[in-house]
């Protein structure tokens, strides 16, 4: 299993975990140290856009990449095929992406600090979504809460000829486009 593989050992499924907290404790702190005076509540705001533009990321990646083309769509096939193997994005790849397709745009419309405050939401969103579908899969349900997410994350898995349910941390998505829990075929 190299760098790039998609099925992890357990070290390296956990390392995600390790990089992405290094990475928002660095970000948190760059923003602390060197970011404009005064500009807490502007970062605060960022922030907060960073954490709702990752729950669109995370229901438009799912629907129209995942379950889009090839080669995404065989990835995340053998997820659905093998729901508790410990399959996910190489961390390499996944910090490229964000780095590409986020960091990069966000520094060049707004400049370093607002790039990192809206980065820092963007992956605060991302590790609550890495967890919570680790959860649904792997840790039983010890609220009514968590017990919907994982009903609604097993309706995604067995709705092979309707899709459906494709946002993990919460619904609202698939709520506004459509394509929420229907009756199973
Ligand atoms: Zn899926
Ligand atoms: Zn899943």
Same mark, same amino acid.
């Given at each position: 299993?190299?760098?790039?593989?998609?099925?992890?050992?357990?070290?390296?499924?956990?390392?995600?975990?390790?990089?992405?907290?290094?990475?928002?404790?660095?970000?948190?702190?760059?923003?602390?140290?060197?970011?404009?005076?005064?500009?807490? #509540?502007?970062?605060? /705001? +960022?922030? *907060?856009?960073? &954490?709702? $533009?990752?729950? =669109? !990321?995370? @229901?438009?990646?799912?629907?129209?990449?995942?379950?889009?083309?090839?080669?995404?769509?065989?990835?995340?096939?053998?997820?659905?095929?093998?729901?508790?193997?410990?399959?996910?994005?190489?961390?390499?790849?996944?910090?490229?992406?964000?780095?590409?397709?986020?960091?990069?745009?966000?520094? #060049?419309?707004?400049? /370093? +600090?607002? *790039?990192?405050? &809206?980065? $820092?939401?963007? =992956? !605060?969103? @991302?590790?609550?979504?890495?967890?919570?579908?680790?959860?649904?899969?792997?840790?039983?349900?010890?609220?009514?809460?968590?017990?919907?997410?994982?009903?609604?994350?097993?309706?995604?898995?067995?709705?092979?000829?309707?899709?459906?349910?494709?946002?993990?941390?919460?619904?609202?998505?698939?709520?506004?486009?459509?394509?929420?829990?229907?009756?199973?075929?």
């Amino acid at each position: 299993m190299g760098l790039l593989s998609l099925e992890h050992g357990k070290a390296a499924y956990q390392a995600d975990f390790v990089v992405y907290g290094a990475v928002v404790a660095g970000l948190a702190a760059a923003l602390a140290w060197s970011g404009p005076r005064g500009s807490g #509540l502007a970062d605060l /705001g +960022w922030i *907060a856009a960073g &954490l709702w $533009l990752w729950t =669109l !990321l995370e @229901y438009l990646l799912h629907r129209f990449v995942l379950h889009g083309p090839q080669p995404f769509r065989r990835w995340h096939g053998e997820h659905h095929a093998r729901p508790s193997a410990l399959i996910g994005l190489p961390t390499l790849l996944s910090t490229a992406l964000f780095a590409l397709l986020v960091y990069t745009p966000a520094w #060049l419309l707004g400049g /370093g +600090w607002r *790039a990192s405050a &809206l980065m $820092l939401g963007v =992956l !605060l969103g @991302y590790m609550a979504y890495a967890t919570m579908h680790h959860a649904v899969h792997h840790w039983p349900a010890r609220t009514a809460w968590m017990l919907e997410r994982k009903r609604w994350h097993a309706r995604h898995h067995h709705a092979r000829h309707d899709p459906q349910c494709f946002g993990v941390t919460f619904g609202f998505w698939d709520r506004v486009f459509g394509s929420g829990p229907r009756p199973l075929r």
